[in-house]
């Protein structure tokens, strides 16, 4: 069995790499993320920029807390094989795969900057959706009843004449009938809340690290659907980020309240404390 001794200096190194990366999304995927000028403001809250500096300060605060913790010469972490057994493939996982999905001490702090940036993404888009009438009130925003002013659902179902070609792949036909399925039924009012609600939920889940794997799930749900609609946008960055998020919900959210949250509900397959169903001790009778 393979180990790796982790020390202070190699928490401190992550801590480093984790802001690093934390810096790197925010230039390389939005814009104006460090403005001064924006700090705060009377606007959409998610949107403003301070944001950015406490989560660069959060990251960089769990990392030098975690190293603090640590023994001077470290402590020994025991990388385990996966699967193993009679006609199962020999083939061990990488040691930094563990890490990074399986190491609060690796993976939590590395991960961390990740789910804060899809997060707040999340938070933005849906702090605009929550507060237009067209998404929480009358839906108007899927299914327009104006032929001046079409709604998504019927921008992205629509045909145009050729050459131009509909925002739905033709490949892709069973989601076009989808759409209209739910137009048709009028589904509107209802969805549109619920995608905006549900984007609140996602970023929430996502900064706050609570059930973190399913947040980082939905999210990519809806990343897919957007692109499926084809909307490109901010998705297929925010789904590819969310995907080791998601791998990694061990870890991912233990500097958060899955820290707590986790261990008190686990998974179906992996029961917590407040749901573990402990096997019923036998009475003894007089005769013992």
Known sequence: MRTMRITPMVVYAMTAVAVAIGVFLNV??????????????????????IWTYL???????????????LPREGIV??????????GEVEVDDVAVSKLVFGSRYIGGILLRPVSLFVGFSWLAAGEHKIRDGAWMDNGY????????AAGFWERITAIPEAPARPLIAADYGWYRDFITFMMDQGWAGWFAKLVAVGEVAIGLGLICGTLIGIAAFFGIVLNMNFMLAGSASTNPVLMMLAVPVLIGYKVAGYYGLDRWVLAAIGTPWSPGKLVRREPAVPLASPAD
Do not use: C, M
Request: charged share 15%.
């Open 77 to 86: 972490l025991r990388l385990s094989r996966g699967v193993t057994g009679p």
């Open 55 to 69: 989560s660069l300060l959060f990251v960089a605060g769990i990392g030098i807390a975690t190293a603090w913790t």
């Open 28 to 49: 390389a995927f939005a814009n104006g993320k460090f403005a001064l000028d924006n700090l705060w403001g009377e606007h959409y809250y998610a949107e403003n920029t």
């Open 141 to 148: 925003a899927l299914v327009n009843p104006d032929p001046q």
